[in-house]
T-cell receptor
Framework: GENVEQHPSTLSVQEGDSAVIKCTYS??????FPWYKQELGKGPQLIID???NVGEKKDQRIAVTLNKTAKHFSLHITETQPEDSAVYFC????????????WGAGTKLIIKP | DAGVTQSPTHLIKTRGQQVTLRCSPI?????VSWYQQVLGQGPQFIFQ???????GRGNFPDRFSARQFPNYSSELNVNALLLGDSALYLC??????????????FGQGTRLTVV
């Protein structure tokens, strides 16, 4: 079955700098890759997603890139702000798995003032 | 529009008891999925329902069961609770057109504590 690995587990960056979180997946049939932000005591919030027919997608300060050959995808946050502090999860899904989301272990992003 | 709503938000149960968690999806969404999130880990898939039929089941014991109602709301039942069942239970709602995966939106979760 699918396995998703996420790195780093903790990332501390200075406010205003960029943050990059990386994920790798094992199942070449995976074709949908969402990223979620989870704040303490809340459910995950979808922030951006990408499908396998696209290499990059941007939404204001957030971007996601996908390398299907290498089976990895990354989340890029530019001009980080204090409100970006949270745990970020990557996930992958495919038709073979009936679109159930397989999640990474999460990255705790800390924005230092 | 209301988002995904889950009830209750917090629950404390004793080992061996049974619990029922409830979820109302976003209006127009026909698919509901349930996930278990243990503290410090990513969510683990439990069940997916689409049009009242089970579409997927994760690696959870038979003590876990679920159903979806005609109005697309859903219940997750856990019998014979164990201490290890303590977790945040998340419900996700999606349109699930059947021709491809669509965005999944999560509720705030139900925090279950088994003592």
């Amino acid at each position: 079955g699918e396995n998703v690995e996420q790195h780093p587990s903790t990332l501390s960056v200075q406010e205003g700098d960029s943050a990059v979180i990386k994920c790798t997946y094992s199942d070449s049939a995976s074709n949908y890759f969402p990223w979620y932000k989870q704040e303490l005591g809340k459910g995950p919030q979808l922030i951006i997603d990408i499908r396998s027919n696209v290499g990059e997608k941007k939404d204001q300060r957030i971007a996601v890139t996908l390398n299907k050959t290498a089976k990895h995808f990354s989340l890029h946050i530019t001009e980080t702000q204090p409100e970006d502090s949270a745990v970020y999860f990557c996930a992958a899904s495919s038709l073979d798995s009936n679109y159930q989301l397989i999640w990474g272990a999460g990255t705790k992003l800390i924005i230092k003032p | 529009d209301a988002g995904v709503t889950q009830s209750p938000t917090h629950l404390i149960k004793t080992r061996g008891q049974q619990v029922t968690l409830r979820c109302s999806p976003i209006s127009g969404h026909k698919s509901v999925s349930w996930y278990q999130q243990v503290l410090g880990q990513g969510p683990q898939f439990i069940f997916q329902y689409y049009e009242k039929e089970e579409r997927g089941r994760g690696n959870f014991p038979d003590r876990f069961s679920a159903r979806q109602f005609p109005n697309y709301s859903s219940e997750l039942n856990v019998n014979a609770l164990l201490l290890g069942d303590s977790a945040l239970y998340l419900c996700a709602s999606s349109r699930m057109t059947g021709t491809g995966n669509t965005e999944a939106f999560f509720g705030q979760g139900t925090r279950l504590t088994v003592v």
